[in-house]
């Protein structure tokens, strides 16, 4: 039985491109919601698992930090 791939070669443009994709789905599924008078699980689930998958791959990215001296945001 074959294994599955573990190691994936995507650039950050191809990260970006993944995470518009998923918050315009995102988007569209809640617009559903808010234009319905009852929530379809279906739905729902829908969108929990998006906003999980688009948590994983903001817990997976590392963002730059001096070293030493602080850090100014903005």
Request: net charge negative.
């Amino acid at each position: 039985m074959p294994t599955p791939n573990t190691t994936f070669e995507l650039t950050v443009d191809d990260m970006e491109m993944i995470e518009d994709a998923l918050r315009s789905q995102k988007k569209s599924l809640s617009g559903e919601i808010v234009s319905a008078k009852a929530v379809d699980s279906d739905v729902k689930k829908a969108l929990h698992g998006i906003q999980d998958l688009l948590g994983r791959l903001h817990n997976q990215k590392e963002f730059y930090r001096p070293r030493q001296g602080a850090y100014v945001g903005g």
